[in-house]
């Protein structure tokens, strides 16, 4: 979703600010702006539909200069992508403002604030902050109580960076569901909505609470007060990650990067969490033991290809470890009457850890009365791992195609863990475990071996490109592997796909399918295979086109409209992961081939955290 990144400084902070831009670029990206206090006390701004390059092609005819300045790149919900809609905002020639996030009272506020004489220039929500943000910094001249006394006022959420040229040593933020950190400099600090987009400048972090309002100080003094008003010391943490994230390492596009460091994340994963013939309960936490033990249901939260994850969860918990498990969509969760039977664990899937509907979904569900929550997430520090009693952190590192990937196997991985910690408490058969524990050791070797299937499926994306309609079909947990692939064709390549269980397609799919809808189908070794050959009979029968993905062990031939491409074979338990790999290099192809913007498709962001 959008991004914000300020700075101040003892030198000119425009590079900083940019260079900070295009490293969020990734999280929203219609438009983008900045402002920088000129040596004379003018805020100078620029700001530009599209792109960040953009801006900086405005930037680089007409430089800013200044040591203190905010940025800004919107993803819009208020107005369309226009100039006039970017950020920052001004009220007047004094104060500027970013902001992520909605506001829900902004018209209240605006006829208010229409009443009391301001003017206003855009159709965002955000210029009603400018304004409010105004009038009472008229009131108090003084930047910080200005802020404290603004956001008392406004519904929704927000994550905002402020500055008056009035007090050219400092800027001020504030979030309130939606992420912002301070970078921590050697005399200079620095604030971001991402650790990511300052990792140029500093590695160290202090991530603001819900509530948190900062001001930072020329020569780097930082100051956090709580919504309370009450200064208060918030720990500074390193970021780990390095900064090997912001560059492509050579391949064309971030998914594709990303999709090949799938051994290496997996691997990282696993990390110190197994021994040889189980799961280190200890992984997700000292109190975990005693909450497992507990826990007689499950209930699984989140959006997005993190849904499809506890979807497939929903299977291996059953099976494995006899827990019963309901997974649902954040959106959906949040409002409605939910039944929670005693016993019953919450938990949470999401790779940024800041996804709006998810972390209300957190909020809702702690009055509840479930035994607790957990939090399966990729970004340490986030709302979502603050919010949850347990966590367990995939190692995926950070994700910057929209795409998601790599997020997803460490996900599905994750969960395998949480299934075998389950089980044994439940009496899981040991050899089934240990012959589990066994296969993820060998995951990331395997998943080195699809990758070589790359070219193979590149050849195969041809048949794609010209289709305007697929079909995947998947079953048993192989269905939300299904979905996943619909998934990610739609989002970069913009061909409409869906996903079925396979058993669905007589009652009403099979409808559409003729030799312009390719139909592409997951066929692991498993105990539904033969169910999902006569599947694809079915399919064959109506001259549909048949891609399918199966173990080398399968017999399935191919044929005239029949692709067939073989996977190595792998412990039925983890077929799922495995599967996802082809399904995500297709897609993939598909849209390279599509000439689609891979990393940044259309109209949507990689972190979503507005409602
Ligand atoms: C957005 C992203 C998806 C992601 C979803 C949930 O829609 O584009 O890739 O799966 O949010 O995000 P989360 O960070 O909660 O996993």
């Keep these: ?85 970017a950020h920052p905002h001004q009220s007047g020639e004094s104060l500027a403002v970013v902001h992520n996030g909605i506001i829900e009272n902004h018209e209240a506020l605006k006829a208010e604030l229409e009443g009391q ?31 404290q006394t603004a956001v008392a006022t406004l519904d929704g959420a927000y994550a905002l960076a402020v500055m008056h040229k009035a007090q050219p040593d400092i800027i001020v933020g504030a979030r309130k569901g939606s992420p912002l950190v301070v970078g ?104 975990a033991e ?41 959106s959906e969760y949040r409002y409605r009457q939910v039944v929670v039977p005693e016993g019953t664990l919450f938990v949470t899937l999401s790779q940024s850890g800041e996804t709006a509907d998810t972390l209300a979904a957190l909020r809702f569900a702690r009055e509840r009365g479930y035994i607790g929550s957990l939090a399966i997430c990729n970004v340490p520090g986030s709302s979502l791992v603050r919010e949850s009693d347990l966590t367990l952190m995939t190692q995926a590192g950070p994700e910057i195609g929209v795409a998601s990937t790599k997020a997803f196997t460490t996900q599905l991985v994750a ?36 990758l070589a299937l790359d070219s193979e499926i590149e050849a195969l994306s041809m048949a794609f490109a010209e289709k305007h309609h697929a079909l995947f079909l998947g079953r048993g947990a192989h269905f939300p592997i299904a979905l996943e692939g619909a998934l990610k064709l739609k989002e970069i390549s913009y061909i409409h796909a869906e996903a079925y269980p396979a058993g669905e397609l007589k009652h009403g799919p099979l409808a559409l399918v003729d030799s312009e809808m390719p139909v592409i189908s997951v066929a692991p070794n498993d105990e539904l295979l033969e169910k999902l050959k006569s599947n694809l009979q079915e399919v064959r029968a109506r ?38 790999l082809p399904l995500q290099l297709l897609s993939y192809h598909v849209a390279v081939l599509k000439g689609t913007d891979v990393d940044q498709p259309r109209n949507l962001a990689k972190s979503v955290t507005v409602e």
């Design 117 to 147: 004489g301001y003017v206003f220039t855009s159709d965002t929500d955000t210029e009603v902050v400018a304004h409010l943000l105004a009038r009472e910094f008229n009131r108090s001249q003084d930047l910080l109580t200005a802020l």
């Design 415 to 450: 969960l395998m863990l949480l299934t075998l910690s389950l089980g044994r408490m439940r009496g899981m058969d040991e050899t089934c475990q240990a012959r589990i524990v066994q296969a993820l050791r060998t995951l990331p070797g395997m998943i080195g071996q699809v």
């Design 543 to 580: 001259g549909g086109e048949l891609y399918v993905f199966a173990d080398e062990q399968v017999r399935l031939e191919e044929a005239e409209g029949v692709r067939v491409l073989r996977l190595p074979h792998i412990d039925e338990a983890l077929a799922p992961i495995l599967y996802t």
């Design 290 to 330: 005693a909450l497992f033990k507990q826990a007689s249901q499950i209930h699984i939260i989140a959006c997005g290809t993190s849904y499809h994850a506890g979807m497939v969860a929903r299977y291996w918990l059953e099976k494995y470890a006899g827990v019963p498990t309901q997974v649902e969509v954040a």
């Design 184 to 287: 921590v400099g050697v005399e200079e600090a620095f604030l971001a909505s991402d650790p990511l987009a300052l990792l140029q400048v500093t590695d160290r972090f202090i991530y603001l609470h819900e509530g948190d309002v900062a001001r930072l100080t020329k020569g780097g003094t930082i100051a956090i007060y709580d919504a309370a008003g009450e200064l208060q010391e918030r720990p500074v943490q390193v970021f780990e990650h390095g900064d090997g994230a912001a560059s492509k390492d050579g391949y064309r596009h971030f998914m594709l990067k990303e999709i090949y460091e799938q051994p290496q994340v997996i691997a990282a994963t696993l990390e110190g969490r197994l021994t040889d013939r189980h799961v280190l309960v200890k992984s997700f936490g000292i109190e």
């Design 1 to 85: 979703m959008c991004g914000i990144v300020g700075a101040v400084a003892e030198r000119n902070v425009q590079g900083i600010l940019l260079e900070g831009l295009k490293r969020l670029e990734y999280r929203g990206y219609d438009s983008a702006g900045m402002v920088v206090l000129s040596e004379d006390a003018r805020l100078n701004r620029q700001r530009a539909a599209g792109k960040v390059a953009a801006l900086q092609d405005k930037l680089d005819a007409a430089p800013l200069v200044g040591q203190l300045g905010i940025a800004h790149t919107r993803w819009a919900t208020h107005g369309r992508p226009n100039e006039q809609n």
